[in-house]
Every structure is written in structure tokens, then in C-alpha cells.
């Protein structure tokens, strides 16, 4: 898909932003990825996070407490 200058491209982040933004270690990252409840995609070697997917995955998890 090609996006125009003034279209937004999906924000992704790396494992270590994942790392910071959800204030986890790796361990933790990657068991979630593993057991597939944290939405991630691997190009090569390296995982790769959508924002809004994490922002979402986020929402659902507060919903599941309450």
C-alpha cells in the first residue's frame, strides 16, 4: 500500500518501545507474543508492534478486569 505525503502511515514500534511503553520486561513480551494475546508481526528477525493494536489490546485487557 503507498501513501500519499499528507496520508499518516501506521505507527509501529520496535520491541524495546514496546518494552518502555508497557513498562515489561522482554520475558514478558515475548511469552505474550508466543501464547498470541499481544498482536505482533516478525519481519526477518524482529517483531514489530501497530500502536493501535497495543492500544487496543490494552482496552480489552482493562475491560476483562472490570
Given at each position: 500500500?503507498?501513501?500519499?505525503?499528507?496520508e499518516?502511515?501506521?505507527?509501529?514500534?520496535?520491541?524495546?518501545?514496546?518494552?518502555?511503553?508497557?513498562?515489561?520486561?522482554?520475558?514478558?513480551?515475548?511469552?505474550?507474543?508466543?501464547?498470541?494475546?499481544?498482536?505482533?508481526?516478525?519481519?526477518?528477525?524482529?517483531?514489530?508492534?501497530?500502536?493501535?493494536?497495543?492500544?487496543?489490546?490494552?482496552?480489552?485487557?482493562?475491560?476483562?478486569?472490570?
Amino acid at each position: 500500500m503507498r501513501y500519499s505525503h499528507a496520508e499518516t502511515r501506521p505507527a509501529f514500534l520496535t520491541t524495546d518501545e514496546v518494552l518502555d511503553y508497557l513498562k515489561v520486561t522482554s520475558r514478558t513480551i515475548y511469552r505474550l507474543i508466543k501464547a498470541g494475546d499481544l498482536p505482533a508481526v516478525r519481519i526477518g528477525r524482529q517483531w514489530r508492534f501497530r500502536q493501535s493494536d497495543l492500544d487496543a489490546w490494552l482496552d480489552r485487557q482493562q475491560a476483562n478486569m472490570n
